[in-house]
């Protein structure tokens, strides 16, 4: 079946200007979660989703950052008066309803790649 | 915070030997440790993961070793060749949210 699509693959926009970045999961997982991966860094966890309810969104960096979930399925991560450090890979996971089998799995996007110029 | 320790950052291994990845962590609310496998310009994907009832998980030239009371777990690639030349994560789940904590990475080159 499909996997996690994210888009755009890749964004160009200019400091201060606000993007929207969109993540649709694989159909049926309830968990979603948003990561940012800095030139050759690790994973950054920014948020999780389980529905549309965002439990733990610890790693948002500043309050520029935001995020929504509709339908329990499609997100949008939206970054407000961009600077240049917020340039990374953002990528998008989802996940089956935990507890139920081996199902713990994320499945990964193939990321929006962003550059603030 | 919880944190994953990986090492090495970096690993250079001739075609055919061994590459080994080590991960140690913290407290976790339940056992289930996923390696991720991210090649250039793409999302990580699930490589290989073990559920430590067992101290070993074995997947073709990839194994997991486990060490429950040390904390610690490593991927093992037999026989490495240049395409696993790639980035490697290990994972381990915080209490709660079945949040992953991601190690910092791997770069694993082969060289042919």
């Known amino acids: 079946g499909a996997g996690v699509s994210q888009s755009p693959s890749n964004k160009v926009t200019e400091k201060g200007k606000d993007v929207e970045l969109r993540c649709d999961p694989i159909?049926?997982?309830?968990?979603l979660y948003w990561y940012r991966q800095s030139l050759g860094q690790g994973l950054e966890f920014l948020i999780y989703?389980?529905?549309?309810?965002?439990?733990?969104k610890s790693g948002l960096p500043s309050d520029r950052f935001s995020a929504e979930r509709t339908g329990g399925s499609v997100s949008t991560l939206t970054i407000q008066r961009t600077q240049q450090e917020d340039s990374a890979v953002y990528l998008c996971?989802?996940?089956?309803?935990?507890?139920?089998?081996?199902?713990?799995?994320?499945?990964f996007g193939p990321g929006t790649r962003l550059t603030v110029t | 915070q919880q944190q994953v320790k990986q090492s090495p950052q970096s690993l250079i291994v001739q075609k055919g030997g061994i590459s080994i990845i080590n991960c140690a962590y913290e407290?976790?609310?339940?056992?289930?440790f996923p390696w991720y496998q991210q090649f250039p310009g793409k999302g990580p994907a699930l490589l290989i993961a073990?559920?430590?009832?067992?101290s070993e998980k074995k997947e073709g030239r990839f194994t997991i070793s486990f060490n429950k009371s040390a904390k610690q777990f490593s991927l093992h690639i037999m026989d490495s060749q240049p395409g696993d030349s790639a980035t490697y994560f290990c994972?381990?789940?915080?209490?709660?949210?079945?949040?992953?904590?991601f190690g910092t990475g791997t770069r694993l080159k082969v060289l042919a």
């Open positions: 996971a989802s996940s089956a309803i935990p507890g139920q089998g081996d199902n713990y799995e994320q499945y």
């Open positions: 159909s049926g997982h309830t968990a």
């Open positions: 989703f389980q529905g549309n309810s965002a439990p733990d």
């Open positions: 407290n976790t609310a339940f056992d289930y």
């Open positions: 073990i559920r430590p009832d067992v």
């Open positions: 994972a381990a789940p915080t209490s709660g949210t079945y949040k992953y904590i």
